[in-house]
């Protein structure tokens, strides 16, 4: 088993930033993707940002130019930096993780945190 642990979010107005981060710990032997999905009410969960093991990134067009993510391969850590926030920003905001556990088996599989709310005020 994989456990993702998120910490870093909270209430900040419309402008300001906050710096989210994630933990992986367990069965792991390679970590490939690593990204940050997020959740509003009534609506399917969105990616956010993700990055490989490679270093190669993919944005969401809404926070283009305002989010950075970036990961500590050796520590299993994954960073969201979200610097000009909007009130539409507001979500929970969800770790996730492509694990493969073992050398044995090539079987990757997916893991998601427990979430972390972030809330901007207008």
């Known amino acids: 088993q994989v456990q993702l642990v998120e910490s870093g979010g909270g209430l900040v107005q419309a402008g300001g930033s906050l710096r989210l981060s994630c933990a992986a710990s367990g069965n792991i032997f390679v970590i490939f993707a690593m990204g940050w999905y997020r959740q509003v009410p009534g609506k399917q969960r969105e990616l956010v940002a993700a990055?490989?093991?490679?270093?190669?990134?993919n944005y969401a067009d809404s926070v283009k130019g305002r989010f950075t993510v970036s990961r500590h391969n050796a520590e299993n850590t994954v960073y969201l930096q979200m610097n000009s926030l909007k009130p539409e920003d507001t979500a929970v905001y969800y770790c996730?993780?492509?694990?493969?556990?073992?050398?044995?088996?090539?079987?990757?599989?997916?893991?998601w945190g427990q979430g972390t709310q972030v809330t901007v005020s207008s």
């Open positions: 990055i490989t093991s490679g270093g190669t990134i």
């Open positions: 996730n993780a492509d694990v493969r556990s073992t050398l044995l088996s090539a079987q990757t599989t997916s893991y």
